[in-house]
């Protein structure tokens, strides 16, 4: 499996968002309809279906500074809600929608889908969540493997930042982000295993694709994992954020750790960890978000989320992507320390509630709390 080598600390962002039924408030399967509108748009290829026809995707050209990316990110979310809103529709952010319901979801018309499907019966549908992803250049598959690890390590960080699913089924989950559990489900998903080298990682996939599970990488749910067609490591654990600010912050703030991982700032404690320490952590930030204690795996001990975070924000400063990245940052610094947006949800939600004691009217609620919801993302 060859690795494209790119230029290291490129970054590139991929953001799923939900079409929402601006009159309902539900999930509308309208992806095919939209896709149909933006046959035409310059920028096609940064647009992309997903396996079920509530979703939108859209993908960052290559970048080399947020406010580059934040620019495009921009653009490209404004063109879609134009389109969708001109349907009766619209596109919102958030890991999970409140009315979600596994078995209302349809899936694409795609060989793809369908092979989906095939394998994994009722999984597709129920994994038909909402996520972000970040791909960081590297100079090696070598490179890519030894920061994967490190990223690996930090994504209960990661988990509880971008935490932005605490509904499913019409009921509050008593999550901070429920959409992490998800991969759990697949016989590959959830943690990437620690590997040594690129040459390890081959014979892993060699493992997983001789079970016919996985066809390809595409089919390997890890929170973090290699695309050696891009000559990256992907970190795949984010919620998609309610705002295309705080996405581009936290793409910056993921480039940053690279940044000090691939310099050497940062290596995994040689002591090894608590037996289930990385799972507990994982379990801990989605259940908890910020207000969780993890485990840092370079201290080797478990701390509050905050102070972790608050350490990184530090280090990062003295990095040399800090300069381009340095106002997104310094905004989603700051933007940590306000209401959360899993805290956000709960807080619209309740606001609603109260306008309409009738509760009877679930139509009504929903319709306006995805309307409120809507209008954060640009």
């Known amino acids: 499996m060859e690795f494209a080598k790119s230029d290291a600390l490129t970054f590139g962002l991929e953001l799923e968002f939900q079409i929402i039924n601006q009159a309902t408030g539900l999930l509308s399967p309208s992806s095919l309809e939209i896709w149909k509108n933006l046959a035409d748009h310059e920028d096609i290829a940064r647009f992309s279906l997903e396996a079920t026809l509530s979703t939108m995707e859209i993908n960052s050209s290559i970048h080399t500074s947020a406010d580059a990316m934040y620019e495009e990110i921009e653009t490209l979310a404004v063109h879609i809600r134009e389109i969708a809103q001109t349907m009766g529709l619209d596109i919102r952010g958030g890991g999970t929608q409140m009315a979600q319901f596994w078995n209302d979801r349809i899936m694409a018309p795609t060989d793809h889908a369908q092979e989906l499907e095939s394998k994994f019966g009722f999984l597709p549908k129920r994994f038909s969540t909402y996520g972000m992803h970040v791909h960081i250049g590297m100079p090696s598959g070598d490179d890519a493997i030894r920061i994967g690890n490190v ?182 610094e700051t933007q940590m320390c306000q209401k959360q947006d899993h805290e956000v949800m709960r807080a619209a939600w309740a606001e609603i509630q109260a306008q309409k004691p009738n509760l009877e009217d679930m139509k009504w609620c929903l319709s306006r709390y995805s309307h409120a919801v809507c209008q954060l993302l640009t």
């Open 151 to 332: 990223l690996q390590a930090m994504s209960p960080l990661f988990i509880a930042m971008a935490a932005a699913s605490p509904f499913l089924q019409l009921a509050d989950t008593g999550f901070a982000a429920a959409r992490p559990l998800e991969t759990l489900m697949y016989p590959h998903g959830g943690p990437m295993p620690e590997l040594r080298d690129w040459a390890h990682f081959e014979e892993v996939c060699d493992e997983v694709f001789a079970t016919d599970l996985a066809n390809s990488l595409k089919d390997i749910y890890w929170d973090v994992r290699p695309k050696p067609e891009f000559g990256t490591v992907e970190v795949r654990v984010f919620d998609t954020p309610l705002s295309i600010k705080k996405a581009v912050a936290m793409a910056a703030f993921t480039r940053a750790c690279a940044s000090m991982a691939l310099d050497g700032h940062w290596r995994l404690s040689p002591k090894p960890p608590p037996a289930t320490a990385q799972r507990v952590s994982r379990f801990l930030a989605c259940k908890n978000g910020m207000d969780g204690t993890l485990y840092n795996p370079f201290a080797a001990e478990w701390m509050p989320a905050r102070i972790w975070m608050a350490q990184i924000f530090e280090a990062a400063k003295h990095q040399p992507t800090y300069a381009a990245d340095a106002s997104h940052l310094e905004y989603l």
